[in-house]
């Protein structure tokens, strides 16, 4: 049976993957429209478009990494 | 291989007498890239205008395509015949376009009053045609039917004393007839002539009931209909037929025609004074003599040639230069932005890597073979180039995945399997569901192997361009970057850890060292860039860790497909009916995880060349080397 600390972590773990990942919903949410009514205008924009649109993705990335190293200290 | 091809600039001058010949050595050739001439209000060069008989190939290439698109035959690239007479293709080309629009009539009035056959009645009823109250119809044979054009004037010169009566129903004419018993014979021959298809006698004797002679013209009951499809498949096999005797010449011809009006309209391109053209445009280098040579001979030496090097300002358009096993990437080129000309063109680095990422995150034997076989598949169906290289890059990719299936163990995302009560576990060099600090690590290393890469290739495209110092200005700062962010990761933040970090720290010099050679680093990236150097800093941090999607999107993968394996190997103990849902579930599952496997790691593949790659180095914003001649 896992005490308390360790269902604090994993908390904290979960926290930081969900939050980061609706942060970068929102943010490709808006550029995502962008984009598609930019390429709808002009097909050459896709690789544009695609770049802009999953910018915002690195936050969720980080979330992981946060994550992983948050169970780390779980470990020590 | 890692550039496009060298292109010269060139300029060829004449008089219009020679334009014609000009243009034929260039489309033959098929070397040069014209240059589109604008008018500005000074010039006193005007845009070309086309060839003289650039109208008529152009009327004659709408009757082509007419005629092909009846004959439901799809233009495509046929050889061409050296020698064809442009007269005689005219005159069969209208003899067949006259005979096809001819059918064409015939077809659709066959299918208008095939369409109408079941409204006879009404019909009839609704034309209201009012019969001559004191006409003697006793002695006279009546034609009640349709008929595809007007008939009055054949009637009135052929027939006395007749009575009509018609109207319009779309491209069909219902009539109504009347002419004395012993004309019905010269009647019946002119209605013949225009595809008559009487009405059922019954319809017309209820309407008009003191019809006493009878119809001119009998018909079967009921037998009509038949007879009208009869008809119209004999029209059909007729069309078929002229389609089995043509198809070939229409190929040709359409293949001829479409040059005529290339070579016709080519002066569009050009700059032209009253007596004189211009053409500017590119060459391939090596290609450049032969067009020269070539030209020589076909104009006697009377057109005037100029080559020289491209300058700094000069839009150069770009050609790639690959060997064709690259050829494929060129797709992912082709998607963003071609590389602006003299720069180093990433294709053959994506060739390297696009796979290898790929096949990192999907990383599975089972869905490796999967992947194939359907890429395999879907190139078979394919027909353009551009989907038949996207799939080669895929076919690429999947080989990847089975490669790093069998690194990782991983079948079906089943890592051990039991037999006789012993697990044995699948022979692997890292599991990617149980060491996934080491697969982090992993991924965070390859990141900076990839960024280092991204870094030197902008150095060496700076270097060509602007020299030594510029390069060093601008690229030597950031590797000097590196070392301090890998000792970052590996001792401070602790994101590569185990065996790797080990590794990381006893490549890396002392961390006072360290520190100085990110202290020079960052004084030249400031001196170099600016500020605006600066506030990059924290973002190649982030483009390094960015690389752990390789972690995370692989692990995503092989969590789903371990889910799925375990939800049905519960159910595979509970009898027969469990054992239909855990193959059901097995089957939904793995197709929605092949999907995601295929959508997934490809975009965030992709997305780490651009974003992350591409940014260290790459400028773009090249044009298509398009060649004046047969497109391929």
Redesign the interface.
Known sequence: MADISTGLIAIGAGLAIGLSAIAAALAEQTIGAAAVGAMAEKD?L???G??LT??P??L???G??VA??II?LAAH | MLESERMLKVEIAGPKSLMKETIEVLYRLNVLHITEHLKSEEDVFDIGKPLEEGEEYADMIVKTRAIASFLNITPRRVKLKKDTDTNKIKIRLNKLYEDISALQKKLKYYDKVIELYPEQAKLLKEAGFQLKLDADYSKQSHFFGFVDDDIEEEISSKVHGYELYSLNIDNVKLIGLFVDTKNKDKARQILAEHSFSPIEEEHVTTMFPDLKAGPGMKIQKGKQLNMLHKLKDELNGKIEDIKKDNQDFILEVENHLTMKVEIAEAPLKFATSENSFIITGWVPKKKCSKLESELNKATKKKVHFKAEMPDKHDKVPVAFKHPKIVEPFQFFMN???LPSYGEIDPSFFMFLTFPLFFGFMLGDVGYGLITLVLFLIIKRKMESPEAKGLLNAMIFASLSTIFFGLLFGEYFGIETFTLNNVIYDFPRVMSRMHQ??DL?SLSVLIGVIHVAIGILIGFVNIYKHHGLKHAFMEKAGWLLLLPILLWLMSSF???I?GPYADFVNSILPSLGINGLLAGVGFVIILIGEGTRGAIEIPGIL?NI??Y??LM?VGLASVSLAAVVNEMAGELFQTGVIGILVAVLILIIGHTINIALGILSPF?HS??LH??EFFTKFFKGGGTRYISFGRKE
């Open positions: 050459e896709f690789g544009k695609l770049i999953v910018i993705e690195s969720v990335i980080f992981l990494v992983i190293l780390g | 998607l963003y932005t996934i600090n982090l933040l602790k994101i850890t982030s860790l960015s752990g999607r995370a975009l992709l997305r651009y974003v």
